[in-house]
């Protein structure tokens, strides 16, 4: 039997903090409706709850559970904030990264001479 590839998605923990980091930001946004904030709050009453669909003792399920609802939680959130606040901080978000990609390419170069002598014997 041929063993199947699985295609992962390597930037699916980057994504997922980058939604975290998102929508803790636009919990603090005051632009934001406090109607939309409850998405967030009710996703992880629904982790933090000891009544799931998927009980936590199915070890690998009950944890697939909670994460799905937590990447759906986050999605549902981001979607119903404004688009405008929420363009704003992924702008922001990607021109720190990019400084901080220069400032690192920065740091590696290191300029000085040098001179090639040959051996004595």
């Avoid at 903090?17 to 409850?38: A, E, I, Q």
């Avoid at 904030?81 to 920065?106: L, T």
């Amino acid at each position: 039997m041929a063993k199947q590839q699985t295609n992962r998605d390597p930037d699916l923990i980057s994504r997922l903090w980058n939604n975290l980091v998102l929508s803790w930001h636009l919990m603090l946004d005051g632009r934001v409706n406090p109607l939309t904030k409850l998405i967030p709050v009710a996703t992880l009453l629904y982790i933090l709850s000891p009544i799931d669909l998927l009980p936590d003792l199915l070890l690998p399920f009950g944890v697939m559970d909670d994460v799905g609802a937590l990447i759906l939680g986050l999605q549902m959130f981001i979607r119903s904030a404004p688009a405008n606040i929420v363009a704003e901080y992924r702008d922001g978000a990607r021109a720190i990264i990019r400084e901080e990609k220069s400032r690192r390419g920065q740091a590696n170069v290191i300029e000085g001479e040098y001179e090639v002598r040959e051996r004595e014997s």
